[in-house]
């Protein structure tokens, strides 16, 4: 008899929390479209800019693009294409977004997972080197200059590393136009273009992360069963490695996951520092337009990869914390 409720427990846990994704994607695409039509300016005039026309022509492209329309009919349209899959076609290009943001995600994701998987790999160990040490000079020294990383701007920050490292490394694109066309000289040049952007991101994002494990593991330092464990003659990089460090890391789990989702979107002050050709430099050229298209399409993508990641993490915690299942 246990056994199906606690496979009943789970089925209602998983669709509660699918519902709730689901109800918080519409919100999302409601938002989104509201925040984005409230934006000053004016597309069609702004797409005209510098070209001689008449009223007739500003009405015609207002009504080819839907602007003439209710703002409840545009927001139906909008809704209707988005369930087939169609972000509609941007203003300033004239390309159907989708096209764009599937051109511009492979870009981002190496960019912003490069630096993520940096930064949750650093993060966790200075966490943990801090935790174990705390009031150490180690702690202290490392968390201090956490702490002065993660309140930096990251434009601020980027535009410091092009100043001092601009010579050494490249100060923006992903890859130089005459680099040869086999695939060893593509990929060392976009290692070398990756290396001032990544390092900006680890710079301000690993904090979060050394942070949150340097708080979860002090919590666990003077549990029992670490106190048993060192009765029973354990090491104490063993105890450290194999018992306090796997239940520290739970509450790390969805800081990850969220983090992963805004790989999807990408950091944009960063791609628009260093001209990364990325979803995020995307983002920033169609708000000057503004490219409602483009930037409704790159908010649900962003909105539904932390939305997914969320959920991820969600049933994950379900599998890796006793205590949720025994919700």
């Known amino acids: 008899m246990p056994s199906p409720r606690r496979g009943g427990g789970t089925a209602r846990y998983l669709l509660t929390k699918l519902g ?28 005209t800019r510098g070209h001689p026309v008449t009223n007739e022509q500003l009405a015609i492209l207002e009504h080819r693009y839907g602007l003439d329309k209710p703002k409840i009919a545009q927001f139906w349209d909008y809704l209707v294409k988005l369930l087939h899959g169609d972000f509609g076609d941007s203003y300033q290009y004239s390309r159907p977004v989708g096209d764009m943001i599937l051109e511009k995600l492979w870009p981002t994701v190496l960019l912003v997972g490069t630096g993520t998987i940096l ?54 694109g992903m890859v130089y136009p005459d ?25 301000v994002v690993y904090a979060q992360y050394q942070l949150v494990m340097r708080s979860s593991l002090l919590e666990e330092m003077d549990a029992d069963y670490l106190t048993t464990a060192r009765a029973k ?33 990408g950091a944009i002050t960063v791609e628009a520092v260093f001209s990364w050709p990325g979803l995020g430099q995307m983002t920033y050229n169609a708000i000057g337009v503004p490219d409602l298209p483009v930037l409704q399409g790159t908010f649900i993508v962003l909105a539904a990869a932390v939305l ?13 914390d006793p205590r949720v299942r025994a919700v």
């Not at 943990?128 to 200059?145: C, L, P």
């Not at 990089?237 to 239940?247: E, G, T």
């Open 179 to 203: 680099t040869p066309p086999d695939f060893l000289s593509q990929a060392l040049d976009i290692l070398h273009h990756l290396v001032l952007p990544v390092i900006t991101l680890v710079a």
């Open 233 to 265: 003659g354990l090491r104490d990089d063993l105890v450290r490695r194999r018992h306090a460090v796997p239940n520290a890391l739970l509450p790390t789990v969805t800081l990850v996951f969220l983090h992963l989702g805004m790989v999807v979107a």
């Open 119 to 172: 930064a949750v790999a650093l993060g966790l160990w200075l966490g943990t080197r801090a935790a174990w040490q705390r009031n150490s000079v180690f702690d202290k020294a490392s968390t201090g200059i956490a702490l002065a990383f993660w309140s930096m701007p990251t434009f601020w920050l980027g535009m410091i590393l092009l100043t001092a490292a601009g010579g050494l490394f490249p100060s923006g």
């Open 308 to 320: 997914v990641m969320n959920l991820i993490a969600d049933v994950l915690y379900r599998f890796l």
């Open 20 to 47: 709730g994704a689901v109800i918080s994607l519409f919100m999302v695409v409601v938002l989104g479209f509201i925040l984005f039509r409230v934006m000053p300016g004016d597309p069609v005039k702004t797409m």
